[in-house]
């Protein structure tokens, strides 16, 4: 069995990102790990849309979207990791453009990281039959471990739908 030593965390920055950024470094920690990198995708989808806005006359470009959500998604990050005990040099924030499920596999593969720390957020069923997760298309097509995080809330509600 590999050593684990570099962890992929997909960042969605939703309001269960403080949890999984907390989590992971405690991964981080106990594994006593190389490298902790985080990785958010900047979904192609609403560059595209935004491109389709300028088209019309609106003064705003894929470009300048994409380097505003950069810098708001740092900063973000850099907040989070405020109170976490862990060295800065082995943590590493990468911004990407695409579909998010594939552009995670693609950098996982080509980082070749050990393991994967990420959350699942619960989605409406209509959505999801429409649009499926990210997460669900990474547990079922990623060669690489990934653990799902749990926040209190969400696991107290899992153990009370669970009748013993």
């Known amino acids: 069995m590999k050593e684990i030593k570099k962890i992929m965390v997909p960042l ?24 902790l990198l985080f990785v958010n995708v900047i979904d192609e989808r609403d560059v595209e849309t935004v491109e389709r806005i300028t088209a019309l006359g ?15 998604r740092s900063e973000a990050l850099e907040k989070m990791l405020e109170h976490v005990d862990f060295p800065r040099e082995k943590i590493r924030l990468v911004i990407t453009v695409g579909r998010p499920a594939t552009k995670l596999l693609q950098y996982a593969v080509r ?20 649009t499926g997760s990210v997460a669900e298309k990474l547990f079922r097509r990623s060669p690489v471990t990934i653990v799902s995080y749990r926040d209190d809330k969400l696991a107290e509600r899992l153990r009370n739908r669970i009748t013993v």
Request: proline share 2%; glycine share 10%.
């Open 58 to 72: 609106y003064e705003v470009d894929g470009e300048h979207y994409i380097g505003k959500i950069q810098e708001q």
């Open 12 to 35: 969605a920055f939703s309001p269960y990102s403080q949890g999984i950024v907390e989590y992971s470094v405690l991964l981080g920690r106990s594994l006593d790990i190389d490298q």
């Open 111 to 130: 980082e070749d990281v050990d393991m994967i720390v990420m959350g699942v957020k619960a989605r409406g069923e209509i959505a999801h039959a429409f």
